[in-house]
């Protein structure tokens, strides 16, 4: 999908809705500077951006229908709301900061469950694929590994996860024709960032990745610098 698919207000009304409002930007911003003070990626609209297309690529390549993939979107563009209070917890209090925000704007019950439980599991300290929404979260959140989100601009200054982040040139989620199988492609120089340091930092959200991927009945396989690792 692309950006302006994703603009399309008849297809996905809800997540067209949310993006303008005032409040849910301010937390996005806020949350984000927190971050960056503790020496943290961007999580900011660049991040959000990114994951709510490849969550909808997911969910529309696999047939789901535009209510769903409307849901999904605004769980993406929500889910880091809680590193505004800590990063720890981060998912469950977002999941909090969202339900009460979406039942302001009279968001119905059966539309806010499914979001508020995504964001509630999408992180890997205990989260779980427990819907296709929140599998489609968990992958396109925990794919988004690329350069632009270093935020220091001292390479002095960086530690492991900036130089990971430093060192990916590209990054490519796709679905295969067959429907059977997801792959994250990443181009890594080495110079930056060594292919074992991804793995230590990231095995984890990889784990995770696999059990969202069979969630939604797909194998999932890591591909770095044309090797499958996974």
């Known amino acids: 999908m692309t950006g302006t698919i994703l603009?399309?207000?008849?297809?996905?009304?809800?997540?067209?809705r949310v993006k303008k409002e005032h409040d849910i930007k301010v937390y996005i911003e806020e949350q984000n500077k927190s971050l960056h003070a503790m020496g943290f990626t961007e999580h900011s609209f660049a991040h959000i951006g990114v994951v709510a297309d490849r969550a909808a690529y997911i969910l529309d390549t696999l047939g789901m229908d535009d209510h769903t993939i409307d849901l999904a979107l605004t769980a993406a563009w929500m889910h880091d709301l809680g590193n505004v209070i800590n990063r720890v917890d981060h998912s469950q209090s977002g999941a909090?900061?969202?339900f009460y925000l979406l039942d302001k704007m009279g968001i119905p019950a059966e539309d806010i469950a499914p979001i508020v439980r995504a964001i509630g599991n999408h992180d890997e300290g205990n989260g779980l694929p427990v819907s296709n929404i929140a599998a489609a979260l968990i992958l396109a959140d925990k794919s988004d590994v690329r350069r632009s989100r270093v935020q220091d601009d001292d390479k002095l200054n960086y530690d492991i996860h900036d130089r990971v982040n430093y060192s990916v040139k590209s990054s490519v989620l796709k679905i295969n024709q067959e429907h059977t199988a997801i792959k994250l492609k990443l181009e890594i120089d080495t110079r930056y960032g060594e292919i074992g340091e991804y793995f230590e930092i990231f095995m984890e959200r990889m784990l995770l990745c696999r059990k969202a991927a069979s969630y939604l009945n797909l194998e999932f396989h890591?591909?770095?610098?044309?090797?499958t690792l996974m």
């Open 7 to 16: 603009d399309d207000r008849n297809r996905f009304p809800l997540f067209n």
């Open 96 to 98: 909090l900061m969202t």
């Open 222 to 227: 890591l591909i770095i610098n044309e090797q």
